[in-house]
């Protein structure tokens, strides 16, 4: 039992190591996007507006038509870079 209860602590630490590098793999990425899409000079504030706008925007009745044109202007920016 105690062998057991070892083996599944190493399996814990892995898995829960391997979620921590996803995690900030996707960090990484999204720090990413924002500096492709020109907002790295902007300050926190105005980045974190900006997010809670489009969040607000992504709850609203017009939310498919939002997540439409964006995805179509993502695509066509990261196209051409």
């Known amino acids: 039992v105690q062998s057991k209860l070892v083996y599944l602590k190493r399996q814990y630490a892995r898995m829960k190591n391997i979620e921590r590098k996803q995690d ?19 300050t926190t504030a105005v980045l974190y507006g900006l997010l809670v706008e ?16 964006w995805r179509i202007k993502g695509d066509i920016a990261l196209t051409n870079d």
Do not use: M, P
């Open 24 to 42: 900030t793999r996707r960090k990484i990425q999204l720090g990413g996007l924002i500096k492709k899409a020109g907002l790295d000079g902007e």
């Open 54 to 69: 489009a969040s607000e925007k992504l709850v609203s009745n017009e939310a498919a038509q939002y997540r439409k044109n």
